[in-house]
């Protein structure tokens, strides 16, 4: 080679580095040195965090009537910095029947994005996407719905705009009801909308856990029906009826009114929202003669033939305890203190037994405490207790008959159902079955312990029966044997009572050669009449009249027949 060529060579290569070595140390300062940097640029331009959530589980009733189920809904957004607007104003105005003014002030925003509708139906949603609108959004979400609207609102509760079961069935249950949530790293082209290759998109979420309630949705129709009827014959201010199986403890029936939309909660009272069921507490009144007579029997102290001189009025504690209707019924037995609902007899058993005995017994009922039951926020009454510093002696003789203490409609239809249910106390509840996938999670009723024996449950069910047929009272259901006792109590307010409102009750159960279900029925403030033999107790009486013939049970004189 030619010492010129030679020359030309070295010239050459001498060039070429020159010329690639700033190319390579560029290379290697955007791909080893700067590589972070750049990688989390790119991903702030073309990508973005995507989610997708499985819809909530349904719940139906048990005869598999759908009460919640979900629709899917789809909210558009933008991003007002990168938007077109005049072709967006154009043409998303009139899709989402939207003012242009309105819709041009929204995307001037300086918010980086913003929600310009939700809730719109399917066909809505996708014709947005079809706009292909630059930096505009059309998300797919689910909504809940509720098909029977009002019926069962307070045990169904409801689910807000995020998803969240609040009160009720969906707020205990909220964990189970939800869809799995699933979120990934997404990449989206130069028009702002996600790339149709993205690898990174995940398994389809989980849907939500299905609920079976022990609830029948036509016994629920049947029973809020009755309860507007007595609430509009009654002139009563509210009330809560309760149906439920003594057997079990599981739930028939549980309806309170006033009660709401779970479709349009955002514009109903929050009052309305909490279920008087198992949140309201009041004092129960001579239903809780019941409890006191159980115990008496149980301690040996009576029986149904024992008798005691009645006056019309007891002193105990310093308190001075009378009789509802202020007379001395002289000699009288056990069944006939049940059936003329005595006070002072009731205080008259409470004090021989003493406040230990007294107490334990009220306890073994279940009052005082709270049942268990699912749903959200139960209370657990008010039960003072000697030793207790607010504690009076006179306690012993008034909490004998209801007052001084208080419970809720889920805690006194527990504790009376001990006596049809052979003396053991059931725990409520409202979800029978669990749907998860393929699972079947099926629930067991649960003893929440023995309050008396089945000897003395008997017994005192045959002397609450005689009390209701002794009476002739309006709570009997024509060819069915049916025990059970009202109560009318006085409201507490501070420094008293608000006379002269009431809280008229009925807790009753039947047949009661096999008790089949238990009613509790409770009205508050009647103005037809202050007692709750006139108001509640011929609410008793239609409905268990039409849920025996619904539920297929004969009448005792065809049992007797067969």
């Known amino acids: 080679m030619s010492d010129h060529a030679r020359y030309r060579l070295i010239v050459i290569a001498v060039v070429l580095i020159v010329a690639v070595v700033p190319v390579l140390v560029q290379l290697v300062r955007l791909q080893v040195v700067q590589h972070t940097y750049y990688l989390d640029l790119a991903k702030a331009i073309t990508g973005h965090t995507e989610s997708v959530t499985a819809p909530r589980g349904r719940i139906w009733d048990r005869r598999g009537h759908l009460l919640a189920d979900n629709v899917s809904r789809y909210q558009v957004s933008a991003d007002p910095g990168n938007v077109n607007l005049d072709n967006v104003v154009k043409k998303l105005a009139p899709t989402l029947s939207l003012s242009p003014g309105d819709l041009r002030a929204t995307l001037a925003s300086a918010q980086s994005q913003v929600v310009l509708s939700t809730s719109l139906p399917l066909a809505t949603g996708r014709a947005v996407q079809d706009l292909n609108l630059w930096a505009v959004y059309s998300t797919p979400y689910w909504q809940r719905t509720y098909p029977e609207h009002q019926l069962l609102s307070q045990v169904l509760g409801f689910v807000n705009a995020k998803g969240e079961g609040y009160y009720g069935v969906e707020g205990i249950y909220d964990s189970a009801l939800r869809g799995q949530k699933k979120q990934w790293e997404a990449t989206q082209d130069a028009w702002f909308q996600p790339s149709p290759f993205d690898p990174t998109y995940p398994d389809s979420p989980r849907s939500g856990t299905d609920l ?57 009272p929050k009052e309305r929202f909490v279920n008087p069921a198992v949140s309201g507490t009041y004092e129960p009144g001579s239903v809780f003669k019941v409890l006191t007579m159980a115990a008496a ?53 409470s004090t021989r037994m003493g406040g230990q005995t007294f107490y334990k017994y009220v306890q073994a009922f279940g009052i005082g405490q709270t049942t268990g039951i699912d749903l959200q926020f139960e209370e657990s009454g008010n039960l003072r207790m000697p030793g207790d510093l607010d504690w009076h002696a006179s306690d012993l003789g008034t909490n004998a008959f209801g007052q001084g203490l208080s419970v809720t409609p889920i805690q006194m239809i527990a504790a009376v159902a001990a006596v049809a249910n052979d003396g053991m106390l059931m725990r409520p509840y409202v979800v029978a079955q669990k749907i998860d996938g393929g699972q079947v999670l099926t629930a067991k009723p649960t003893p929440n312990g023995r309050a008396i024996s089945s000897e003395v449950a008997h017994t005192l069910s045959g002397m609450l029966e005689q009390a209701v047929e002794r009476e002739s009272s309006p709570a009997r259901v024509p060819g069915y044997r049916i025990a059970g006792k009202t109560g009318t109590a006085q409201i507490p307010i501070a420094g008293g009572y608000d006379d002269p409102w009431t809280i008229g009750s009925f807790v009753g159960w039947g047949p009661v050669s096999d008790p089949r279900l238990i009613i509790l029925v409770k009205l508050d403030r009647p103005t037809s009449s202050m007692w709750g033999a006139e108001t509640a107790a011929p609410v008793f009486s239609r409905l268990a009249s039409r849920l025996f013939v619904l539920m297929g049970i004969p009448p005792d004189k065809a049992v007797a027949a067969r």
């Not at 301690?299 to 006056?311: A, F, R, S």
Request: proline letters at 4%; aromatic letters at 4%.
């Open 212 to 268: 079976v309630l022990t609830i029948d949705r036509t016994f629920q129709a049947i029973t809020e029906a009755e309860l507007q009827r007595a609430l509009v014959g009654t002139s009563a201010k509210s009330g809560t009826i309760i149906v439920m199986d003594p057997r079990t403890g599981a739930i028939l029936a549980m309806a309170s009114l006033p009660s709401f939309d779970p479709n349009i909660y955002l514009t109903t």
């Open 297 to 349: 029997l149980q301690e040996g102290l009576v029986t149904p033939d024992t008798k005691y001189n009645d006056t019309a009025c007891l002193e105990v504690g310093g308190l001075s305890v009378c009789n509802w209707d202020r007379k001395a019924h002289g000699t009288t037995n056990m069944v006939d203190l049940l059936a003329r609902s005595l006070n002072v007899g009731a205080a008259t058993l």
